[in-house]
């Protein structure tokens, strides 16, 4: 093993879209660090504070679960015999959109799942190559830069708790998947990089979630969720989770943020468009507080677009881009991401890989662009949205989306064509096909 880091691969951030990056590059790199600032319990599932969304209703689009698959085959099952459960949207579910309730269509599956059990499932089957070590309890502070080169040759690391001592981890290629928190832009500042251009488009929407048991006597949807409007942005989600429990997540905007103390949260319930949320949890037996979650804006920094770019650094996940999570792409776009790096770092050596790395970045940054569109184009509906506001035409794409949107609750063809981009299975133009519109067209908001 060379000790000067030419065959290493550092990873920094073990969620989703780190656990999915190590995995790729155990595949060329004869060895891989996986660094992660929390303390990691094998491969038990257990919150991190490193991830405070994990708390509230994840999904993961069809899309992202055939793209695991494909990156990891097997791992659906492992998720589903932990405890993941396949639901059909929205014919399994009593969905309440802006436009209505969709009644006798199908869409597309996702696959419901804690992300405590989703990351502990992936930990375990990533940490089982003898390629990757999983560092626990470090936290990246900075970039390593070579020597009079325009290339990144490793990451400092700080040991959290005891003697906190520092350190630089060499590596050939340092991946920076650390989230929402991500201080990447900083660190490449500090080595003379301009600041990349970023976009951010915050509709100010919160979360309350909190888990219920689940009942015995079960109701005849498998999971629930009411839609907010524009005269009362306020929603709610039930999803099963971990065979045993409901996760249960209140939703609102602006000045409808969804509270957590008790009688106020169950009030907020209460107050949604339609009374059958609230039904279902009278009786259940709640197994936590409500916890709130309120940084939920939509932010890319366009690393992509830099004029300069170091060799052996590439950035990924949420680092990169963010969307609202109530969308559900997030998980979706990390496993699409983890497939766009498989296919750059293909055959190639270590070294080879580090100095193209800028055209793995943009590879890795195409992945984002229709759940940015999806995301950005909805949340900027909201009266009180920080961001640009939508121009002539995204203002037509937003109009044209409404009608869809009512079409979709009862037409099948428009249906299965609407959830085939909300899941990413599609692009978003081909809801323009001639047989979408059509029958588009027939239905008025």
Not at 118 to 134: F, G, H, N, Q
Not at 253 to 268: I, S, T, Y
Not at 311 to 329: I, K, M, Q, S
Not at 424 to 445: I, M, S
Request: with cysteine; charged share 20%; glycine share 10%.
């Amino acid at each position: 093993m060379a000790e000067d880091g030419s065959a290493h691969a550092v990873v920094v951030g073990a969620g989703v879209a780190g656990l999915l990056a190590a995995h790729v590059l155990a595949r060329s790199f004869g060895r891989v660090t996986l660094v992660e600032r929390d303390a990691l319990t094998g491969g038990a599932a257990g919150f991190r504070a490193g991830v405070p969304q994990s708390r509230h209703v994840h999904i993961l689009w069809s899309r992202g679960l055939r793209a695991l698959n494909e990156l990891l085959p097997g791992v659906g099952a492992d998720l589903e015999e932990a405890g993941a459960a396949v639901i059909g949207a929205p014919d399994q579910m009593r969905w309440l959109s802006p436009a209505g309730w969709f009644a006798g269509v199908r869409g597309t599956g996702y696959l419901s799942v804690s992300r405590e059990v989703l990351e502990s499932v992936l930990r375990r089957r990533v940490a089982a190559s003898p390629v990757v070590t999983v560092l626990g309890r470090h936290e990246a502070t900075g970039l390593d830069p070579v020597p009079g080169e325009d290339a990144v040759g490793g990451v400092r690391l700080r040991e959290r708790g005891g003697a906190g001592r520092e350190f630089t981890l060499r590596a050939a290629l340092v991946v920076v998947a650390t989230g929402r928190g991500s201080r990447t832009a900083d660190w490449l500042l500090r080595l003379g990089y301009a600041p990349p251009a970023a976009e951010r488009i915050d509709a100010h929407l919160g979360y309350a979630s909190r888990y219920y048991r689940r009942p015995a006597a079960e109701p005849d949807w498998r999971a629930i969720y009411l839609q907010g409007n524009a005269d009362l942005p306020r929603g709610g989600v039930i999803v099963p989770v971990d065979r045993e429990r409901w996760l249960v997540t209140l939703i609102g905007q602006g000045e409808h943020q969804p509270p957590v103390e008790e009688r106020a949260w169950l009030d907020f319930a209460s107050s949604l468009r339609s009374g059958e949320l609230s039904a279902a949890l009278r009786g259940a037996e709640p197994l936590s507080d409500p916890v709130a979650f309120r940084a939920t804006a939509n932010e890319w920094t366009h690393f992509e677009r830099a004029k300069r770019w170091p060799r052996g650094l590439l950035v990924t996940g949420d680092a990169l881009c963010r969307f609202n999570p109530v969308y559900g792409h997030g998980m979706t776009v990390a496993a699409l991401q983890a497939q766009a790096l498989a296919a750059k770092v293909a055959g190639r050596a270590p070294g080879e890989i580090a100095a193209r790395a800028r055209a793995a970045q943009k590879a890795v940054a195409r992945c984002p662009r229709a759940a940015w569109m999806i995301a950005t184009g909805e949340d900027s509906r909201y009266p009180g949205t920080d961001g640009p506001p939508p121009g002539p035409l995204a203002r037509m794409q937003q109009d044209y989306l409404s009608r869809v949107l009512v079409a979709a609750n009862t037409d099948p063809v428009v249906s299965e064509a609407f959830f085939a981009v909300l899941s990413l299975n599609r692009r978003p133009e081909t809801l323009l096909a001639p047989r979408v519109a059509l029958r588009t067209a027939r239905r008025r908001t």
